[in-house]
């Protein structure tokens, strides 16, 4: 029997988490179908990435998951949920879908509640009162998943969250795609400066990946290196003022939006991540997987997921000068850049296959249902 899975999502445009969340819908094939619920009105360009012939429909007038909290709207959110096998909720903006399951328990389906990170304003401190609601909302979840070290502590000792509850599955990707030779063609606009190191980055374009802090951190540099950086939203203003402002027109790429990364990431010398906020990045995995050294802030789980070669690459804060020095080591020696990518790609064969991620979330999903292999 085909299991009926409805997502709220806090948004679905493309991003880490609605990434994931489409792979394990193409995964899981005709063995389900989808409603997708958008937290930001309007926001649903991760449907482009859904498969042909997935089952799945974006919801028509859905209640809102945002807002003052309210026991009709709880109700109204409750009275929807309740036509499904199985509810996805997907971080902060779509927490009152578990709230909703909790004011009104009664024949309501099982939800599974996923936590990615936090956006800037939970970048540096989480907030009190978002914690005290995460906790308790979150005892009426079947699960909560979280794809990194970092947030399983926080869900434990800030959430109160008891162990059998939290589930820590890793991210994981297509690695061995990644092992193709690039497209030169793939990022629209770019050309390999002559004797220049190619330094780049795949991100949205929002104020807590501090894009601004790694162009000034380029311009810094005394090697001759170019800067691309993949994505769009809504700092692309801010990252070009400070480009212009820098002078740095020539050497500095905004593409925009590009999809597929396994057709360009090759194309970059080196992966660098400025973010405040991070967990456990999928574009560092596919950075990894790609055979390229990262140069990073010290954010999330990034010390832990890149290979030991590379671990001196971090920079100790969040500084420009720190981080354009780590990318300064590796622009100048192409020798060390080679052997810290090879050694990159070897972890992520070993860690980040998604076969293993898509068989957890299966496994998961399944078990809240009482359906054992329903999935696959």
């Not at 907030?127 to 794809?147: D, I, K, Q």
């Not at 793939?186 to 002559?194: T, V, Y």
């Not at 801010?238 to 396994?262: S, Y």
């Amino acid at each position: 029997m085909t299991l009926n899975i409805l997502h709220l999502h806090s948004s679905f445009d493309l991003g880490g988490k609605e990434a994931r969340a489409v792979r394990l819908m193409n995964a899981f094939g005709d063995r389900a179908k989808h409603v997708i619920v958008s937290g930001v009105e309007g926001a649903y360009g991760a449907r482009d990435a859904i498969a042909k012939g997935i089952r799945y429909e974006i919801a028509q007038n859905p209640p809102p998951l945002t807002g003052r909290p309210s026991v009709a709207r709880y109700e109204a959110i409750a009275k929807y949920m309740l036509r499904f096998d199985l509810v996805l909720t997907y971080n902060w903006g779509a927490i009152d879908g578990v709230m909703a399951r909790r004011v009104f328990a009664k024949g309501m389906p099982p939800v599974v509640h996923h936590e990615d990170g936090f956006n800037a304003d939970e970048a540096n401190r989480l907030n009190p009162v978002r914690n005290m609601y995460r906790r308790m909302a979150l005892g009426a979840a079947h699960a909560l998943v979280v794809p990194s070290h970092r947030l399983e502590r926080i869900a434990r000792q800030a959430w109160k969250q008891p162990a059998a509850r939290v589930h820590r599955i890793s991210n994981g990707i297509d690695v061995a795609a990644y092992a193709k030779k690039p497209d030169p063609r793939a990022i629209p606009g770019f050309r390999r400066l002559p004797g220049h190191v190619v330094v780049g980055t795949v991100a949205g374009l929002r104020a807590v990946k501090d894009l601004p802090m790694l162009v000034r951190a380029m311009g810094g540099m005394k090697s001759r290196a170019q800067l691309v950086i993949v994505g769009e939203g809504p700092e692309r203003g801010a990252i070009a003022d400070t480009v212009e402002n820098m002078g740095m027109e020539k050497t500095v790429l905004l593409p925009g939006f590009v999809a597929d990364p396994r057709r360009y990431m090759g194309l970059f010398d080196i992966f660098a991540l400025s973010s405040k906020s991070e967990q456990q990045p999928i574009a560092v995995m596919e950075a990894m997987a790609a055979g390229l050294p990262v140069a990073s802030t010290p954010v999330g789980d990034v010390a832990q997921m890149v290979a030991p070669e590379n671990e001196s690459f971090i920079a100790p804060d969040w500084s420009p000068v720190h981080l354009r020095d780590q990318i300064e080591r590796l622009a100048g020696y192409p020798d060390a850049r080679r052997f810290v990518g090879e050694a990159n790609r070897a972890r992520a064969q070993a860690l980040f296959d998604e076969k293993d991620m898509i068989a957890s979330y299966a496994a998961l999903y399944a078990d809240a249902v009482g359906r054992p292999g329903v999935l696959g």
